[in-house]
């Protein structure tokens, strides 16, 4: 005779997806996603002290109206969202289901990894998030060789995507990195 024996543990659906991408593509592509879901958008800023807001619209200058200075991540929510937080890690545990977005840096010699990231338990809101990662692999290409730039070892990354823009900045000369400064990337 078979018994179900009830479990205690959550089945959470969790998603991500390193990628390189420009800063201004990656705001658009997100803020796209908040028009055309109806969900809000938000962007907290790390350094020097922690800040959260909803993130304005765009000004004259395509920039983000009143953005703070810079922009660590940016994070797509369902309603309500919850703005109290003091720090990144307790906006995350008052917004558990939201879709992440830490963006990476952008200088005039590097471009580095950007990371989407999502977990939810919400089946509905699950695939709103598969959804939006898979528009965004299908706007981006896809191949790499990661490099230490320590000890020149390479290995091929062939699931990992970038922009056109992160390409043709590649292009003209500024460097591609992973989250640290060992790791460079060089794309197809």
């Known amino acids: 005779m078979m018994r179900f024996v009830p479990c205690n543990w959550r089945d959470e659906m969790k998603l991500s997806l390193q990628f390189h991408g420009s800063r ?71 917004n558990p289901s939201s879709l992440f977005v830490a963006l990476g840096e952008q200088s005039e010699s590097i471009i580095r990894e950007s990371v989407l990231s999502a977990m939810t338990d919400d089946v509905i809101l699950a695939a709103v998030w598969k959804k939006f990662r898979e528009r965004a692999k299908k706007v981006m290409a896809k191949g790499a060789w990661a490099e230490n730039v320590m000890s020149g070892a390479r290995s091929r990354v062939a699931g990992h995507y970038y922009t056109a823009e992160a390409k043709r900045l590649a292009d003209s000369g500024v460097k591609p990195m992973g989250g640290t400064d060992w790791i460079r990337y060089h794309f197809d």
């Open 24 to 94: 201004r593509e990656i705001d658009a592509m997100v803020r796209g996603w908040a028009v055309g879901s109806g969900m809000t958008l938000v962007e907290e800023c790390f350094f020097p002290v922690y800040q959260v807001r909803l993130a304005g619209g765009e000004g004259e200058d395509g920039e983000p109206e009143g953005a703070v200075a810079v922009v660590d991540r940016i994070s797509l929510n369902p309603a309500p969202v919850d703005l109290s937080a003091a720090s990144a890690f307790e906006y995350v545990k008052l």
